[in-house]
Structures are given as structure tokens and as C-alpha cells.
């Protein structure tokens, strides 16, 4: 089942059960996916995940730009919230591009952070621009900011292979994984900090608790940036589903978008959750 369009909700009754994405940035290869669970499939609710796979900036600063977003289940326009936020953070961050690739450079993880909250709550600003003026036209009144609660995750990797840093900006649970021979690993070895988040934090209330952590990847690695219907039964009680994943995405090839596809909705037991996962391999020199 799925929503209809006479429940009310276009944007539900509108939204797709899967979205598929990839393509080719230089030596880099995406593979996207997002895919409605086995919960909302048995609901007939929509798919309450969003993501974005573009470029941002000018030629000589210019970034990949990954992002997921996850739609709080209890939250009824969850699903309005994740694809707007994913995108009007996208153009907000578009607009800091220079300043982001000179602070990603320099491994400024401060100033990184200070952009990226910048960016978020003039995504988050926006939003509610958009609330207000829709409430204005239909005479309704403008819904609170918890109907619309989703997390977000963006992943900026610069398409200049020679510049190593990539910047990792949260709210929420969810994250990045990084394949490593053979291993999924959440952790940075040349930093403390930790790229999973186990937090319950949400926008667009949350906007001033956006968290950007840099790491330094190398060619071969695999990066996993993923909802936690697909972070969880990576990184908890279920290691025979991280090793099948593992050994799909850690070959000599890229993966087909088909073939990703497939592999995405591996089951795993317990998890019925939407699922969102954005992998980014790289060819070496």
C-alpha cells in the first residue's frame, strides 16, 4: 500500500517508494539509494527519508556534496521536512562554498562547524519562510517546527583529488562508516572524535547543535554515509549483515546501480526501517 492523494498529504501520496542515484565526479564514483521499509510498507505510510547527491561551488572550489536525512517517525510531515531540509541546505551551503573549501583546506574543524550552523539554520529560516507564506495563502495556521523533525547528514569530499580533507556536518543519529580492508570503522584514526551519531537531536529545532567533523580518506576506502536504518545493523548485533555489505562494496568494481540497489535492501533482522545509503568509492593515481 501508499498514501493516496485523498488523505490529504500531496507530498506523501507523491513521494516514491525507492530513489536511485549515482554517477562519475573525476575519480570519484557515488552509488545512492533510498528505499521505503518493511514498517511504513506494512503502514502504507511514505518513505520519511530524503537525499541529495550534487556539486556545490565554483571550479576551483569545488565539492561533492552528499546528504541523508531522516524523517522522525512520531513527526506527521517528517517526510515534508527531510527532503526540504536536504536541499535548502544544499543551496545554503552552495553560497558558503569558498569559505568552506579554504576552511577544509586549512583543517579548520572550528570555523567548518561555525559555516556549516550558519548554513543550516539559513536552510532551517527558509523553511519557515516558506510555512508562514503557505499558512497566509490557505488561511491555516503555520505548523510547529516538530510536525516537520528530521535528521541530517552532509558529506563534502573536494573534486580536486589532491586535497585529501573531507567534512562530515550532523544533526542526529545516523553518520558515515568508512570501509577499511574488509571493516566497517566510525572513527577517524588520525582523530578522537567519532563520524556516527548516536544522538537524538532533530531539526529544524536543533539547528544550533550542527556538528562538523573532518577526516583524511585514502583511494581504496569505501565511504558510507547512511541513515541509521542502515548504520544500526552495520554497527550493532548483526555481523553478518555488515560482512554480506562488506564484501559487495569492498570488491575491485563499482557496483552497477542495479546491482547497488539490490544489495541496499539486504535484510536485516530486526531493522524495518527506511534505509538512505550513499557510497563514495575512489580510484587510485
Known sequence: MRPSL????????????????????GRLTVRAASVRGDSHNWEGSCRQDAMVVTRIGPPEAEMLLLAVADGVGSAPYSHVGSYQLSRLAAVQLDREAESLYAALCARNETKLGFIATKAVAGAVSRLRAQWEESAARHGTRPRADQDYATTLHVLLIPTDSRVRERVLCSVGDGGLLVLREGYWEHDDPDDDGGLLDTRTDALPHAYHGVKAKLLHTAPGEVLLLGTDGITNPLTQRDPEFAQRLAHAWGGPEVPSLSDFLWQAQTRAKSYDDDRTVICVWERPE
Open 6 to 25: 485523498r488523505d490529504g498529504d500531496e507530498s506523501a501520496a507523491f513521494s516514491p517508494v525507492v530513489l536511485l542515484d549515482g554517477g562519475e565526479f
